[in-house]
Each structure stands twice: as structure tokens, then as C-alpha cells.
């Protein structure tokens, strides 16, 4: 198999859209801001090391934000509203931010009556700040732990614990101010707040406001310089921004992730995922391993397997979209709020849509991994054939560990009880019966029925062969893709017709789609 190098910028990348989802930051909201930082840093001439901090900073700022944020929940309600209020605010100024707070309260209490309701935000607005200071604190740890788990450098790592510091020294936790504040902070604290108030007021409007609060939340000099260089050095960022340019902007030497660095970069996203609420901490990480686990017995080809590892660790990215409160409810859902909640694995799969080419698979397993046989999953409603054997697994995997996890609206079942639950969804034609077994045997649990061979009994190869055959590629294309000898992927070629008893390509094919191995519109003409 050949050798796995990622961008640790492309998993920067997955963690500044996960972290503008649980912020409720408009489109591209961090990228945007590394774009702008970039020019800004370019305009000031500060040091590669400060541009190399700034880079990181922009899409990691708010990479822990998930802690504690049942507590903010319980608190203020809705987080991302919350959150969405005070996007570009100045947080120095008190009156603003009690009006903010209120009004938070006022939407946490809309059913109670008006004298109750007054009663009920004065007592919220007096532990508010109490309240809020030691999330905003973890929130600045647990930056800091996800940057070491990336391989970042103490100096950034430095940085991300300094989040929510201000120039004026009116910032949280520590009301650092001047100097004391790094300068890749500062930068990207006036960067950030710059694309929001854009997006709020124009760019005329953004001028006015930084300048204003120069030797405020900002450092005078550099509020001045954006204020008088609006114009430029917003021009082009109300777009989207892709792949392409964030890597681009990356300071030299850019930096590579081998598969084992890969592994611990997905866990890490994993574990920021999980962080929100208590019940879901390391979920992720075991849909991961029983995905994995039950792909090897079936003797899935090792990139499905690998996608199967890193698309578990990060299946559940896109219900960051959807409020704490909504996930914490011990009753049923209203539809709108179902509806939102369906379809966190459209976000999920956009999450990784700018990842590359190791992107792609994950991509789909992560769409689908909601989707059943008979077309009663979500959101999609798609059937058995648009689902390969990887994404099968992973639906067999998040059902059957999900079951075991306690939720506020049900206790945990033991993990016979989830087997049984499992293979009732079995026989009710929603998962698949290969797959299940598979997950349930790697778990420990007796099995009904023999773990399934590989298709055919053909190895992970053949299948990795028939699967480039049903795409349209012919031996030779088939012997460059996999790095093989022409004569060693006729070999294959010619055993893989052997097992399923066919002669031709078409009929190959025919048998790959009808197996999952292909989904419909991936076959090349």
C-alpha cells in the first residue's frame, strides 16, 4: 500500500470548519480570517515566526471551544446563539456585553411569565461571568492539548492559550494586556473580529469600528494600519476561500503528517468532537475501532480499512451545527429540530469535501453513515445500493456503540442487549447482516452466524482490483494505479474472473455494483 502524507494544514483546515460550526461563524469564517492575517502580517512586516503563529492561530483560535459546553448550555441556552451575538462585539465594554447576556436569558426563559422571567435572568445574569470564566479557560487548555496532539510547537501552543487576551488587558482568564499579549494574538484577534464586522456592517463600517477601539481590544498601531488599508486588504474574502490558497499561505517548510501522525491527528478530532457533552466522550473513538476491527475480519482492501478508521473518528463532525440544548432534551425532538439534526452528516461530509484525495473516501462513508438497506435512514434515504461494504460497517458500528452509550432521553443498553437490538435492525432489512456480524464478533459478542468471508474469497487486493476494473481502468491503468507489473495485474486480473466465475469486464462490473463495491455513477464510460 502506498505510503499516506497529509497536510497537517489540511487538518487544520477540518477543525477551523468544525470549530465555525460550534461557534455559529458564517461560511468559512477562520480560513477567511488566515487569509486576512496573512496580509495584514505582510503589511505590518513582522517576523516569519509571527506570520508562522498567525497562520496556526487563525484556524486553531477556537479549536476548544466544545469544553464545557454543557455547562454554557445549562446556562445560557441555545450556545451558538449565544455565540452568534457576540461575534466581532467588544467584550471590554460591560454594558454591551450585559445586553448580549440578557437577552440570551430572555431567550433561555421565553416560557415563563414577565415578572417571573425579570426574576429568573437577574439571578442568571449574576453568576454569568462566574459561570463563563472557567469554560473560557478550558476552552484556552484544551486549544493548547489539541495543538500538542498536532505536533505544534510550544510557541504556538503559547499562543492558543492566550484566546480570549486583549491589549487593554480587559480579556479572559488572565487580563494579560501590552506586550504581555503575543503578537500573533493580537494579530488575529483584530483579524478575526475584522471578518465579522465585515460581514455585519461593510467594509466602511469594519474601518470605523477597528479604528475606534485602537489601544481597546486592539493594539493602536496595528488598528490604524487595517483601518487605513480596509479596502485592500479585504478585497477577494467575501468568497469562499478553498483548499488551494489556505496551503499556499502556509509559511515554509510546510508540514507533512505520516499515517501513524495522521491516526493521532484524527483521535484528536475525535476527542474535540466528543468533548461537548459528557455522554458522547469517546464515542467516537470506539465507532472508529469497531469500524476498523470489523473491516479487517471481512477482509476489506487496507485503504477502505483506513478510511473506515479515520471516517469513525470523525462521523459525528457535522452535529457540532446543531445547539448542546437540542442533543440534551429528555424528550422527543420538534421536527424542525429533527430535520437540523439529520442532517449533521451533509455537514460532516462538506467538513472534509477541501481534504484532498484521502478526503473523498471518508467523505462518503461519513454521508452515509446514518443510511439503512431498506431507505429509512438519513438524510438522504439512499438504499442498499449506493452502500459499500465500508459504509455498511460503519452504519453497523455507530448503531450498535450508540446503543451502549446513556443519552437523557434513555439508559445505556449492556452490550447483549445492544447485539440483540442490532440484529433486529437486521431483520427488519435496515442493516446489514455481514456487517453487523462483523462488528459484533470484533466486540466480543456470540455470533449468530459465521463472520462472512471476503467476497469471493478473493484477498483485500482482487477486491481493490475488481474495484479499478468496474471503474473502467484497463490492466495496464489497473498496473500504474497500484504500483504493480502489468503482468502481475493481469495475474489478478485473471484470478478475480475466476472467483466470481465471469469472463468479461462488464460482467465484472455487474458484480461489483451488485456487491457494493461501486456505487452507481462512479463507473466510467
Known amino acids: 500500500m502506498a505510503e499516506v502524507s497529509i497536510r497537517r494544514a489540511d487538518f487544520?483546515?477540518?477543525?477551523?470548519?468544525?470549530?465555525?460550526?460550534?461557534?455559529?461563524?458564517?461560511?468559512?469564517?477562520?480560513?477567511?480570517?488566515?487569509?486576512?492575517?496573512?496580509?495584514i502580517a505582510e503589511l505590518a512586516g513582522v517576523s516569519d515566526?509571527?506570520?508562522?503563529?498567525?497562520?496556526?492561530?487563525?484556524?486553531?483560535?477556537?479549536?476548544?471551544?466544545?469544553?464545557?459546553?454543557?455547562?454554557?448550555?445549562?446556562?445560557?441556552?441555545?450556545?451558538?446563539a449565544l455565540r452568534q451575538d457576540l461575534v466581532g462585539l467588544d467584550m471590554g465594554n460591560r454594558a454591551e456585553l450585559g445586553r448580549v447576556f440578557v437577552q440570551a436569558f430572555k431567550r433561555f426563559y421565553y416560557d415563563l411569565q414577565p415578572d417571573a422571567q425579570a426574576r429568573a435572568v437577574e439571578a442568571a445574569m449574576s453568576q454569568a461571568l462566574a459561570v463563563a470564566r472557567p469554560v473560557l479557560t478550558a476552552h484556552c487548555e484544551v486549544a493548547q492539548r489539541i495543538g500538542e496532539r498536532l505536533g505544534l510547537s510550544e510557541e504556538i501552543r503559547c499562543n492558543l492559550g492566550q484566546i480570549y487576551e486583549r491589549w487593554d488587558g480587559k480579556?479572559?482568564?488572565?487580563?494579560?494586556?501590552?506586550?504581555?499579549?503575543?503578537?500573533?494574538?493580537r494579530l488575529i484577534t483584530l483579524a478575526q473580529d475584522a471578518i465579522a464586522l465585515s460581514d455585519a456592517v461593510g467594509i466602511d463600517g469594519m474601518a470605523e469600528t477597528v479604528a475606534s477601539r485602537g489601544d481597546g481590544p486592539y493594539e493602536a498601531g496595528l488598528a490604524r494600519?487595517?483601518?487605513?488599508?480596509?479596502?485592500?486588504?479585504?478585497?477577494?474574502?467575501?468568497?469562499?476561500?478553498?483548499?488551494?490558497?489556505?496551503?499556499?499561505?502556509?509559511?515554509?517548510?510546510?508540514?507533512?503528517?505520516?499515517?501513524?501522525?495522521?491516526?493521532?491527528?484524527?483521535l484528536a478530532i475525535a476527542d474535540m468532537i466528543d468533548m461537548r457533552m459528557p455522554f458522547t466522550q469517546g464515542h467516537s473513538r470506539m465507532v472508529s475501532e469497531l469500524a476498523t476491527g470489523a473491516g479487517k475480519r471481512i477482509g476489506l482492501p487496507d485503504p477502505d480499512v483506513r478510511a473506515l478508521r479515520w471516517s469513525g473518528c470523525i462521523h459525528d463532525i457535522g452535529e457540532l451545527v446543531v445547539?448542546?440544548?437540542?442533543?440534551?432534551?429528555?424528550?422527543?425532538?420538534?421536527?424542525?429540530?429533527?430535520?437540523?439534526?439529520q442532517l449533521h452528516a451533509y455537514y460532516g461530509e462538506r467538513?472534509?469535501?477541501?481534504?484532498?484525495?484521502?478526503?473523498?473516501?471518508?467523505?462518503?462513508?461519513?454521508?452515509?453513515?446514518?443510511?439503512?438497506?431498506?431507505?429509512?435512514?438519513?438524510?438522504?434515504?439512499?438504499?442498499?445500493?449506493?452502500?459499500?461494504?465500508?459504509?455498511?460497517?460503519?452504519?453497523?458500528?455507530?448503531?450498535?456503540?450508540?446503543?451502549?452509550?446513556?443519552?437523557?432521553h434513555r439508559k445505556a443498553l449492556s452490550s447483549e442487549a445492544a447485539a440483540a437490538q442490532l440484529r433486529a435492525a437486521v431483520r427488519d432489512g435496515c442493516i446489514c447482516p455481514d456487517a453487523a456480524e462483523a462488528v459484533l464478533s470484533f466486540a466480543g459478542q456470540p455470533s449468530r452466524r459465521a463472520v462472512p468471508r471476503a467476497l469471493a474469497g478473493m484477498t483485500p487486493r482482487e477486491i481493490e482490483v475488481l474495484r479499478l476494473i468496474a471503474a473502467g481502468l484497463t490492466a495496464k491503468e489497473v498496473a500504474r494505479k497500484l504500483d504493480i507489473s502489468p503482468k502481475t495485474a493481469d495475474h489478478h486480473i485473471q484470478s478475480v474472473y475466476s472467483k466470481i466465475g465471469v469472463t468479461t469486464r462488464a460482467a465484472a462490473a455487474l458484480y461489483a455494483v451488485e456487491h457494493g463495491?461501486?456505487?452507481?455513477?462512479e463507473m466510467q464510460a
Not at 70 to 79: K, N, P, Q, R, V
Not at 517 to 521: D, I, N, T, W
Open 517 to 521: 463495491l461501486v456505487r452507481p455513477g
Open 171 to 185: 480579556g479572559l482568564p488572565r487580563g494579560l494586556s501590552g506586550e504581555d499579549v503575543l503578537p500573533a494574538v
Open 225 to 266: 494600519l487595517v483601518s487605513a488599508n480596509a479596502a485592500v486588504l479585504m478585497e477577494g474574502i467575501g468568497a469562499t476561500v478553498d483548499r488551494e490558497t489556505i496551503l499556499a499561505l502556509e509559511p515554509d517548510p510546510p508540514v507533512t503528517l505520516d499515517e501513524g501522525a495522521c491516526d493521532e491527528a484524527f
Open 351 to 408: 467538513a472534509l469535501a477541501s481534504f484532498g484525495r484521502e478526503g473523498e473516501a471518508m467523505a462518503a462513508l461519513v454521508l452515509r453513515h446514518h443510511e439503512r438497506l431498506d431507505g429509512s435512514g438519513y438524510h438522504r434515504k439512499v438504499g442498499g445500493s449506493d452502500l459499500s461494504p465500508a459504509a455498511r460497517i460503519l452504519a453497523a458500528a455507530e448503531a450498535f456503540q450508540t446503543s451502549r452509550e446513556e443519552r437523557p
Open 323 to 341: 445547539p448542546v440544548a437540542t442533543w440534551m432534551r429528555n424528550g422527543p425532538l420538534s421536527v424542525r429540530e429533527r430535520d437540523a439534526a
Open 12 to 39: 487544520m483546515m477540518v477543525l477551523a470548519y468544525a470549530s465555525d460550526l460550534a461557534t455559529g461563524h458564517s461560511r468559512d469564517f477562520a480560513l477567511k480570517s488566515c487569509v486576512l492575517a496573512m496580509r
Open 49 to 80: 515566526e509571527v506570520r508562522r503563529n498567525a497562520y496556526h492561530q487563525s484556524m486553531l483560535r477556537y479549536v476548544g471551544c466544545n469544553a464545557d459546553t454543557d455547562l454554557l448550555s445549562a446556562t445560557f441556552g441555545d450556545e451558538i
